[in-house]
């Protein structure tokens, strides 16, 4: 099976600051690598896909990098509906989620 | 545009089995290449997939919880479903039924339902 360590695991940010949450594979995932919001009560939602396509309708502040086991999803100038936690996915090899990143307001 | 709903009972004994199903609307079960996907969060826990299923009936599951999982396909009325057996409180958590987009560069669970809560409590 294919493990997703995420982190941190929480961080707390101003509006405006450059956030960046890393995510790494167990193995190698080629760009197999997807980023999710969620927000309090909603079901997740997809920000980005194959580590750096921005869905569409996605602000361009969020943008997605890397390959192979190590991925970042940053955040550039975070705005106030930003705040939520933030998840990776390996779709590799059958699916698996890293365990989330919570960015709160400090 | 693509909209899932969960369905299925709330509350649970220990023992029994979770039924959920997931009514597709907007596009159609036997779309190819999409796979058609369980996923289920215990409250304030992370997310954990659960397994999916390809209209032709081909399946894969998480290999933890693949002993009581079947998921299953009824094209006729556009939806899918899933069954857990042997629930225990562990087992407690928001359910969702997602489109996972299928083999592809970008494959990834692109529809979500708004999901389910399943309670396990004797």
């Known amino acids: 099976d294919i493990q997703m360590t995420q982190s941190p695991s929480s961080l707390s940010a101003s509006v405006g600051d450059r956030v960046t949450i890393t995510c790494r594979a167990s193995?190698?995932?080629?760009?197999?690598l997807n980023w999710y919001q969620q927000k309090a009560g909603k079901a997740p939602k997809l920000v980005i896909s194959a580590a750096s396509s921005l869905q569409s309708g996605v602000p361009s502040r969020f943008s997605g990098s890397g390959s192979g086991t190590e991925f970042s999803l940053t955040i550039n100038s975070l705005q106030p509906e930003d705040f939520a936690t933030y998840y990776c996915?390996?779709?590799?090899?059958?699916?698996?989620f890293g365990q989330g990143t919570n960015v709160e307001m400090k | 545009q693509v909209q899932l709903q969960e369905s299925g009972p709330g509350l649970l004994k220990p023992s029994e089995t979770l039924s959920l199903t997931c009514t597709v609307s907007?596009?159609?079960?036997?779309?190819?290449?999409?796979?058609w996907t369980w996923i289920r969060q215990p409250p304030g826990k992370g997310l954990e997939w659960i397994g999916y299923i390809h209209y032709s009936g081909s399946t894969l599951y998480n290999p933890s919880l693949k002993s009581r999982v079947t998921i299953s396909v009824d094209t006729s009325e556009n939806q899918f479903s899933l069954r857990l057996s042997s629930v225990t409180a562990a087992d407690a958590a928001i359910y969702y039924c997602?489109?996972?987009?299928?083999?592809?560069?970008?494959?990834?669970?692109?529809?979500w339902g708004q999901g389910a809560m399943v309670t396990v409590s004797s």
């Open positions: 193995q190698n995932i080629i760009r197999y």
């Open positions: 996915q390996q779709s590799y090899s059958a699916r698996t």
């Open positions: 997602a489109r996972d987009t299928g083999p592809r560069w970008d494959d990834a669970f692109d529809a």
């Open positions: 907007g596009d159609s079960v036997t779309g190819s290449p999409y796979y």
